[in-house]
């Protein structure tokens, strides 16, 4: 397992953006599969996108073509573009070392960082 530390969020008008920021704690991110998550309000914890250590990425279909995920060897990365209120949530980077199939499953990610909330005012 890793430490994960997020960064960045707060409070956003609708059709803004924002950029979330997660590093590690004392090591490189390089051969980690690192993805986000996001729990709603009431809701239960949801992936939005993820990125393996070759680079290849995968989104949540509610968000494609306004968020992007990117990465290096320290810092993994959330740009998040058209924000709407559906997008109000605490959100979250997880990592793992191996590499599985299924990148949308919260079960198969082993660290996770403490959660920054993004808030999307109507």
């Known amino acids: 397992q890793v430490q994960l530390v997020e960064s960045g969020g707060g409070l956003v008008q609708a059709g803004g953006s924002v950029r979330l920021s997660c590093a590690a704690s004392g090591r490189t991110l390089r051969s980690y599969e690192l993805a986000w998550f996001r729990q709603p309000p009431g809701k239960g914890r949801e992936f939005v996108a993820g990125?393996?250590?070759?680079?290849v990425t995968d989104y949540a279909d509610s968000v494609k073509g306004r968020f992007t995920i990117s990465r290096d060897n320290a810092i993994l990365n959330l740009e998040m573009n058209s924000l709407i209120p559906e997008d109000t949530a605490l959100y979250y980077c997880a990592g793992r070392l191996k590499s599985l199939r299924s990148m949308t499953r919260r079960d198969l990610f082993d660290s996770w960082g403490q959660g920054t909330q993004v808030t999307v005012s109507s």
């Open positions: 990125v393996r250590s070759g680079g």
